[in-house]
């Protein structure tokens, strides 16, 4: 059974930067071999992707955070991160992180973290 434990995120000014971690567990799945991604869904709206990488490491970044956000894996921990920096009150949702054994088939999830942005 794989594992998904996010940290991190919290109460971030306008401009701030955070940075969330997902540490993933379980049998011998490795973050290597496993396309991951990051989601958000903020109050009222449906759920998004903001960034996914393949086991490959190719990336995808959805256009509202281009240039903002960076996603990033240490293999050795099993853990990917999501680098968040000029923050705007957009931002704030709840973020999620998700994995799978194909591209954007996720079947993990992390138990969410709340974002908020304060103008």
């Known amino acids: 059974q794989v594992q998904l434990v996010q940290s991190g995120g919290g109460l971030v000014q306008t401009g701030g930067s955070t940075r969330l971690s997902c540490a993933v567990s379980?049998?011998?799945?490795?973050?290597?071999?496993?396309?991951m991604g990051w989601y958000r869904q903020a109050p009222g709206k449906v759920r998004e992707l903001v960034v996914d990488?393949?086991?490959?490491?190719?990336?995808y970044y959805t256009a509202s955070v281009k240039g903002r956000f960076a996603i990033s894996r240490d293999i050795a921990k099993n853990t990917l991160y999501l680098q968040m920096n000029s923050l705007k009150p957009e931002d704030t949702a709840i973020y999620s992180c998700?994995?799978?054994?194909?591209?954007?088939?996720?079947?993990?999830w992390g138990q969410g973290t709340q974002v908020t942005v304060s103008s």
């Open positions: 990488i393949s086991d490959s490491g190719s990336t």
């Open positions: 998700a994995a799978g054994h194909f591209y954007r088939v996720y079947d993990y």
């Open positions: 379980g049998s011998s799945f490795n973050i290597n071999t496993m396309t």
